[in-house]
């Protein structure tokens, strides 16, 4: 009896002699005819060996046209056996029999000329049936009017779209560069109150603009340093020009009463005259930038002025290497913040005021102390005025501690000027730092 079943798993039974089936010296075999494949595996008893029956597979070949039909006749599907004859062809063009163009076939793994041009791709299974896809060479390059249509579109809407984004890129970048080419004018016409837009690009163009709005803000900060500078100097020489009143005449009558004294036996008035002539003379004749020495010196005279007034009530001293006198120093640093201490500092009921200037010099830098045993500063006032001094802050009448801090500022640059600490017992210390500077 023979039992079978389809594609949709219905069995059938059926009876079959063993001679109606091809096999040989029971071994395994398979069989081929046109458009069928059957697969003869022979069944024995494990024990003694006899031969029980058969299993027997036939396969329908003509299943493949359903899946050859899904490409669109593009592709013609044929399968072989080990012996060159053609099991199954979809194009239906051949009966079980030898193909003569088997050989090239076989051999070929891409192109091969066969009745006309083909592409081919072939599979060899383990029973050496052979399954080849072909492909006429002429459909493989023909294109259809639609896809050359499809083509044309995407092409030129490709280049719309690049062109669009290269004109917007060029327009976006002449903008820029009209920016900085605005702001040169303007530059030029005298306003550095100008900057260039900035862009999240990370191009050159950025980079220029950067780079020129930064100098521009240096530039400008440079010159309104300058002009300011310019102006306190202007100021500085305005007032020296009011104080010039007909000098020669102030030193001549000075030195007519001086020598009056003398004569009269008053040789601590004409000391005294002399003194203030000294000062003077000084103050009129002498440069912007002097000798740390002439400095220090101009101090001591005008300190003496005062010892001859209040002799028993204060000492002073003056401690300075003579290495260092020769460096130079704005005029009038020191003179002021000495006035200060008589105008605020000094105690006039006591006898034990004292007045020190030191000056030391560390690396490339020269530090005045001068020191006083005085009323002092309360500390939050002392940190007020400090506030001013290292914010720069000047009030325009001012002459003293906060003009020679302005004014070394403008001669040395940031970083000098003058401090005031509060001194452990009594007092105050004013720091002028200055830079060494030869004259």
Known sequence: EKSSFNRQDQIKVTSVDKED??????????????????????????????????????????????????????????????????????????????????DEIAKSDGEVKLDKSYYINKSINSSAIMSVSKMAKRDVNKISIGLIN????????????????????????????????????????????????????????????????????????????????EIEQKKAEMVALQN????????????SIRMKAICNGDKEVGKMLYTLSFLFRKQVKDS??????????????????????????????INCPKDLEKYKIVKFSIQPLIENYFIHGIRFEDYDNELKIDVTKEENDIFIKIIDNGRGI??????????????????????GIENVNKRIINEYGEGYGLKILKNKDKGITLVVKILCKEV
Do not use: W
Not at 52 to 78: D, R
């Open 21 to 102: 089936i091809p096999i040989e010296d029971g071994f395994n075999n398979i069989f081929a005819d046109k458009n069928t494949l059957k697969f003869v595996r022979e069944v024995r008893d494990p024990v003694n060996l006899k031969s029980e029956g058969i299993i027997l597979l036939t396969y329908n070949l003509n299943h493949i046209k359903e899946i050859v039909k899904k490409y669109e006749n593009e592709h013609q599907v044929m399968v072989f056996d080990n012996n060159g004859y053609i099991i199954y062809s979809s194009d239906g063009d051949y009966n079980y029999e030898k193909c003569k163009y088997y």
């Open 150 to 229: 499809s083509l044309v579109f995407v092409d030129s809407l490709v280049l719309i779209i690049s062109l669009s984004i290269l004109y917007i890129k060029l327009k976006l970048l002449s903008d820029r560069t009209d920016n900085i080419l605005v702001a040169m004018e303007k530059v030029k016409g005298g306003n550095l109150d100008v900057e260039i837009p900035i862009t999240s690009d990370n191009d050159e163009i950025n980079y220029i603009s950067e780079n020129f709005n930064e100098m521009c803000r240096e530039l400008d900060d440079y010159i309104k340093k300058i002009y300011l500078a």
């Open 288 to 317: 912007n930038i002097i000798t740390l020495k002439d400095e220090l010196d101009y101090c001591s005279k005008y300190i003496e002025i005062f010892k001859f007034r209040y002799y028993d009530n204060f000492n002073f001293e």
């Open 378 to 399: 309360p500390n939050e006032e002392l940190e007020k005025i400090n506030d001013k001094l290292l914010s720069d802050r000047q009030d325009s009448n001012s002459i």
């Open 244 to 255: 010039q009143i007909n000098p020669h005449f102030l030193y001549n009558t000075l030195e």
